[in-house]
């Protein structure tokens, strides 16, 4: 039996609650409690993100607070939002190893909860570069569960269902309102003497609400079998390693071995030997002796990942499009010290990109069943690469027009990878595929910002010249799109 056809029987195996018409939901979670969950979810893991609603109150706060150069407000924020870039972790725990007899349920409440108890701890470490560092990344971690199980959910339905640009439209649509939200009270908040302790307190609201609201609402059905010793003992899976992927992890080694011999890029080389260590964590459970059956049922999920060249293609894609050179904290910098804007107007652009991006997912929902994948991936990044040409002209008077056009392009380009992502995940290891894409989105844009950084401060480029170079190497991203497999790309929205 193959590998797939083996986990899909394991997957299969429990009863399932049918759902009142159409497509079974193996959770037993209804279309209306997908829609509900995956909105809310969405909405809460990206409002309360530390680069969203606490992003200018947490800049500033290092910058003019703690005085702490671009290059290392870049750092701390690499570091405090690193568990988005090994989200993998958090897919295995939540596919692979219920937790009270579910994949989803607790895992949420354990992370929102978390979330929230840690956001209101920050609240007294605005004068502690360390603590503040420390408390950030335990609580960023803990979103990260949350944001896990909000992709497993989405994943699901939109396979389930056979909607996935609609269903990551959804997700779009609710992340660009709390793109909105998130900037305009974090700008406004970030000028007023009681605007951190503001600001944690709302953040961790959000999240223990989204904890109640899970509560109510993610009434699930256990998937697994609790492996007692009645039980007949599975197959484990054969897997051999592929000679690419050797010679792959070894090149990414050599890699993080050169890089942490340069201080000014120590930090990439570290983390790219957390991530080599993520993925040896994998393996590791791949080969596990065992004769546990929930360990064993994980280690089939886990090879259907690994043997997944749809899936492996689609992360190249994601790594080539957010590793470009970034402008994140380096436009902090221009619109502070360069145009003078004030914080509040800073947010009121940012909440303007949030804007047109609601107005871009709902256009892509509308056309993702009207042409296919590949024309919708191709013109969307090109697109955005014009666009970002636009940071060339910006200042007090053309912000408004760049902020909205880039919300718009950036919006569209996002749910075209994002709808590869969906359509890229084996079924049965929602979580953890679909986060495996996005830790290294995640990465891919936390480097890209250190990377940007560094070319300003240690190489002394100008921001326009960074401007350049990132519509350039988007460009040069589109080289690749020939590659990602026909079938995938060849489709519509809601063509089997």
């Not at 603590?131 to 389930?160: D, R, W, Y």
């Amino acid at each position: 039996m193959e590998p797939t056809q083996k986990l899909e029987t394991i997957v299969t195996e429990s009863p399932v609650i049918p759902a009142p018409e159409g497509p079974v939901s193996p959770t037993g979670i209804t279309l209306k409690q997908y829609l509900i969950l995956v909105a809310s979810g969405a909405f809460v893991t990206t409002f309360a993100q530390q680069r969203v609603l606490g992003n200018l109150p947490t800049t500033l706060l290092l910058k003019d607070h703690l005085h702490l150069p671009k290059d290392q407000i870049a750092f701390f924020f690499f570091w405090a939002t690193f568990a988005w870039s090994i989200k993998p972790i958090a897919g295995i725990f939540t596919d692979a190893f219920p937790i009270f007899g579910t994949r989803r349920r607790h895992y949420m409440l354990l992370g929102t909860g978390m979330a929230g108890l840690l956001w209101f701890v920050m609240m007294f470490c605005d004068n502690s570069f360390i603590a503040l560092l420390i408390v950030s990344a335990f609580m960023n971690g803990a979103t990260v569960f949350a944001s896990t199980v909000m992709g497993g959910l989405m994943v699901e339905a939109g396979q389930v269902y056979n909607a996935p640009g609609r269903i990551s439209s959804l997700r779009q649509f609710v992340q660009s309102v709390a793109g909105i939200g998130g900037p305009l009270v974090g700008g406004f908040l970030a000028g007023k003497a009681f605007g951190w302790q503001a600001t944690t307190g709302i953040a961790g609201g959000a999240a223990i609400s989204l904890s109640i609201l899970t509560w109510m609402y993610l009434r699930e059905k256990p998937i697994y079998r609790n492996g007692s010793q009645t039980e007949d003992v599975l197959d484990r899976p054969v897997y051999r390693i592929p000679i690419f992927m050797i010679i792959g992890l070894a090149t990414v080694f050599v890699l993080a071995t050169y890089l942490f011999s340069i201080k000014e890029v120590r930090s990439v080389g570290i983390s790219l030997y957390a991530l080599l260590a993520t993925f040896g964590l994998i393996l590791g459970i791949v080969f596990a002796p065992t004769r546990n059956n929930v360990i064993i049922k994980a280690q089939w999920q886990l090879v259907s990942i690994l043997q997944s060249r749809t899936l492996w293609m689609a992360v190249t894609m994601l790594f080539l499009v957010y590793t470009v050179p970034g402008m994140n904290t380096a436009l902090v910098f221009q619109q502070t010290d360069v145009i003078h804007l004030s914080p509040t107007i800073i947010g009121r652009y940012t909440s303007l990109e949030g804007v047109l991006g609601v107005i871009g997912a709902g256009l892509y929902a509308l056309f993702c069943r009207k042409l296919n994948l590949r024309i919708l991936l191709i013109g969307g990044i090109g697109i955005n690469a014009i666009v970002t040409l636009g940071f060339l002209l910006y200042n007090a008077g053309t912000a408004p027009f760049i902020h909205s056009a880039s919300g718009f392009v950036t919006v569209i380009s996002e749910l075209a990878l994002m709808d590869l992502a969906v359509r890229s995940t084996p079924r049965g290891c929602e979580a953890l595929g679909f986060a495996l894409m996005m830790s290294v989105r995640n990465f891919g844009i936390a480097v890209s910002d250190i990377i940007g950084t560094k070319m300003m401060e240690q190489f002394h480029f100008s921001f326009n010249k960074l401007v350049v170079i990132n519509a350039s190497t988007t460009l040069l991203v589109l080289l690749f799109v020939p590659f990602l497999p026909r079938l995938v790309m060849s489709r519509k929205e809601g063509e089997v």
